[in-house]
């Protein structure tokens, strides 16, 4: 009972200084029509004429495919909402919906977005789910090359840092994506509309559109003091039938059906004819709606609260007579009123079907709402639905309420007569133990799920699997080779190959990947795409890493899979380290840091690398950072985690000039490490070990180290340089470290290049050591401006600083997390040697 197109306002509205505006978006129609399609962004504060101006644009196409829909400020979003208002006008749309996979309507999306010439417009992103956002950005990356104009409107003021609207809006392809500027109305506009009072309007309402029209159309002696006694004062002036049926409309977000308020109020067609006439409500077909959202809330805030609740309980009931159920509008009216018996029954459904269609935080939201209710269900049934609700939360990053959801339904099983389903709880709570970092705990946990002997299959695939991940190949191998093939038994196998050094295990992790996608099994095929890159550079096979963490975003998408999503986006940022992309991949690593705090075991694919990426630039948090990946090193008790990162807190103490803090660690490390498949985090930890002062041991096993370690430690730096990537920090090391003047000149100028300061520093006091006289001074051209050696963003942000604006709007103007911003501005502060804003302010207007 929902309406089966978007809300088109009334005819002939007046739209002032919006010339500009409909202007881009005719343009951007003229390049659909040329095959060169456009995403247009339409930003702005609640009120601001976002809709207005489509209304306007829209009213006026012809010879277009129009395609329209809304996202509602229920208590928890539509799944893919917009895309069923939208269906009406699209049957491929309709049918691919029916399907319940994300994929089928990525798909009918990108058919319908292929016929010339079509629009579609999404209204209020900001309220989306998911996987409507996901959808969008498919259709966003794409519209370039098609017929057609996608348009997003959103309160901009509504996007959260690190949020996945965020995310999408920042990797919008910058040549097919327009954001014309909606700003407030002009005094002279506002004069227009109000007459005599256009200056005390203006300074009530800022220009805001909607307010302006408000508190005119009101036309009460004085303004009133806010929009809600505007709205009040124009609806307490309507005959009393019409009054009646805006409070039913206030308490329905979005639009009412006809069929929904013929259950309801038979004579709502007589009664909303005069409330139509005067623009407080507008029509769509048999749907009514408020003509603002604002409208919405200012009658629904005045109504008495048993008013409200005897309206949500009727809407709820006849909402619940409707045959198909629309779940999401029963729960939002469900939870108004407290309904139990409406809860239990719909929820469960709802959220599994918002978790198959990848709306993962839609689905959190109904397991929540959910819960306070479900000790009402039979203990089989609880446990189920916690199981469900701990996926939900592993994917979401929520590890730690993971595990306790998960432990309650093991404890829920363990308590029934089901040893089959306390196997599979136990696999479940071993994967979520496994995720936080407890690998001990996770393994303990097999244990008990293979001693059950009810699911030995299911038990022992897994405990292979975890003691591949766990450094227990040999066994892990041995125990997937005793049960039935197949597909994530397949990866795990050919993982285990390559962390022991054998070449064919990426093929054989592919093979297991290429069986999972056949088979359906998207979980198991994102674990085969980050399994793919870690046996790719366990083995040195950096070459090829590109092209699989691209293949495995494409194919794993983030808002389905956001923990896998994680991992290839970090193991991207950490090529982008190692080919001297230092401000894009910090800004990236730090994003992820920021906005996944509960990462648990995945922060080892970010914090390392983050740590060691600072140490390089000398930023002051990066003795933090590599604090933290430490701990999760020691908690896994990971050996390639505990290599890698103590590779990085030695490079920070030789950097320091303190590297004697190290050799224990060092030493500890190595002794553990005599073993295959470790050679390339061996032989980095040995270098930096060489570098801190710590000689190689006599019996210390280098036959199979990678030839850039082995050279460097057989001391040829030299070779060892050439034997990096060109360009790359290492072999700027290596350079520095041959000892001739014209090595280490060629090593300074990139590290000088890289904006690596204090290995840089190192570099000019060896230089001074050899005599030297002329020593080139740098920073190079990325930094000249700044001599202090800000990268190009700390300049982008110290510039914002400066025009007087805050770290949340700087985020925002950057489309960067706020924290993000917090460290750059720490970073600049630090590099220029003062002690505030202010000061850094001043800074760039000296010369």
């Known amino acids: ?475 892990g191998l041995e125990e997937l080779a005793a049960v039935p093939p197949s597909a994530l038994g397949t990866v795990y196998r050919g993982l285990g190959r390559a962390f022991l050094g054998h070449a064919d295990g990426p093929d054989l992790v592919r093979e297991g990947l290429d069986t999972a996608r056949a088979e359906g099994r998207r979980e198991h095929a994102a674990r085969g795409w980050t399994s793919l890159v870690k046996a790719l550079r366990r083995l040195g096979r950096d070459g090829e890493v590109a092209a699989v963490v691209a293949e495995g975003l494409a194919s794993t998408r983030s808002g389905d899979f956001l923990s896998h999503g994680y991992s290839l986006e970090a193991f991207g940022l950490q090529l982008m380290v190692d080919d001297g992309r230092w401000d894009a991949a910090e800004e990236g690593l730090r994003r992820l840091v920021d906005t996944v705090p509960e990462a648990g075991i995945l922060a080892r694919e970010t914090l390392p690398p983050l740590g060691r990426l600072l140490a390089r630039r000398g930023d002051p948090d990066a003795d933090a950072v590599l604090g933290r990946a430490w701990a999760l090193a020691t908690r896994s008790d990971s050996l390639p985690v505990l290599l890698t990162t103590a590779a990085g807190l030695a490079e920070k103490a030789w950097l320091d000039g303190d590297g004697d803090r190290e050799h224990a660690r060092i030493r500890a490390l190595l002794e553990r490490s005599r073993r295959p498949g470790l050679a390339g985090a061996r032989g980095d930890l040995l270098r930096q070990g060489l570098r801190c002062g710590l000689p190689v041991a006599h019996d210390e096993p280098v036959d199979d180290l990678w030839p850039r370690h082995a050279l460097a430690l057989a001391g040829e730096p030299a070779a060892a340089a050439a034997a990096w990537p060109a360009g790359s920090y290492e072999g700027a090391i290596e350079l520095v470290d041959a000892g001739d003047e014209a090595s280490v000149t060629a090593g300074l100028r990139r590290l000088d290049d890289l904006g690596a300061a204090p290995a840089a520093h190192l570099a000019r006091r060896r230089l001074q050591a050899l005599g030297v006289r002329r020593i080139p001074r740098g920073p190079q051209a990325g930094t000249r401006a700044h001599p202090e050696g800000l990268t190009p963003r700390q300049a982008d942000i110290l510039a914002l600083v400066a025009d007087g604006l805050t770290n949340a709007q700087i985020a925002a103007r950057l489309v960067l997390s706020v924290r993000t911003v917090d460290h750059h501005v720490s970073a600049v502060l630090a590099k220029l040697g003062v002690a505030s804003r202010e000061e850094a302010a001043r800074r760039v207007g000296d010369p």
């Open 1 to 475: 009972m929902t309406a089966t197109g978007a809300y088109r306002g009334p005819v002939g509205a007046r739209v002032l200084e919006r010339g500009e505006v409909l202007a881009e978006l005719d343009q951007a129609l003229a390049d659909a029509r040329d095959g060169e399609g456009r995403t247009v962004l339409l930003a702005g504060e609640a009120g601001l004429g976002k809709t207005t101006v489509l209304r306007a644009w829209t009213g006026g196409l012809a010879d277009v495919h129009l395609l329209e829909g809304a996202c509602d400020d229920l208590v928890t979003s539509r799944t893919l909402g917009p895309f069923h208002d939208a269906a009406a006008s699209a049957p491929a749309l309709r049918t691919a919906l029916a399907v319940d996979r994300t994929d089928a309507v990525h798909d009918a999306v990108l058919d319908v977005l292929s016929t010339p010439t079509t629009v579609l417009v999404v209204e209020d992103v900001h309220w989306a789910d998911e996987a409507t956002l996901d959808v969008l950005a498919v259709a966003a990356r794409r519209v370039g090359r098609l017929p057609a104009v996608l348009v997003l409107s959103y309160r901009d003021d509504q996007v959260d840092p690190g949020s996945q609207l965020q995310r999408l809006l920042g990797v919008l392809p910058a040549a097919s994506t327009r954001r014309p500027a909606l700003r407030p109305l002009s005094v002279g506009a506002v004069t227009e509309l109000a007459g005599p009072d256009g200056l005390r309007v203006h300074a009530a309402t800022l220009g805001n559109p909607f307010l302006v029209t408000e508190l005119v159309a009101a036309q009460s002696e004085g303004l009133p003091v806010s929009v809600r006694d505007a709205v009040l004062a124009r609806v307490a002036d309507l005959p009393r039938a019409a009054q009646e049926l805006l409070d039913l409309l206030a308490v329905v977000p979005g639009h009412a059906d006809g069929t929904l308020l013929d259950v309801l109020r038979p004579t709502w067609r007589d009664d909303v004819e005069v409330p139509e006439r005067r623009g407080i409500v507008g029509l769509s077909g048999s749907a009514v709606a408020f003509r603002h959202e604002l409208a919405r809330q200012a009658v629904e805030q005045a109504l008495p609260p048993i008013r409200r609740l005897g309206l949500e309980r009727a809407v709820l009931a006849a909402l619940l007579a409707h045959d198909p159920p629309d779940r999401a509008r029963i729960l939002h009216h469900a939870a108004r009123c407290g309904d139990a018996d409406a809860v239990l029954a719909h929820a469960p459904a709802a959220a599994r079907a918002a978790a198959a269609a990848g709306a993962h935080q839609q689905s959190l939201a109904w397991y929540a709402q959910l819960a306070p209710y479900a000790e009402s269900l039979p203990p089989a049934e609880q446990a189920a639905l916690a199981e469900e609700h701990a996926w939900e939360l592993y994917n979401a990053h929520r590890v730690e309420e993971a595990v306790a959801t998960a432990g309650h339904a093991v404890a829920l099983r363990t308590a029934g007569d089901d040893p089959v389903a306390t196997a599979r709880a136990l696999v479940g709570l071993s994967r979520h133990l496994y995720i936080r970092g407890d690998v001990a705990d996770a393994l303990a946990t097999l244990d008990r799920a293979v001693a059950l002997d009810a699911e030995p299959t299911l038990a022992h695939t897994h405990r292979g699997v975890l003691r591949v991940l766990a450094d227990q190949e040999e066994a």
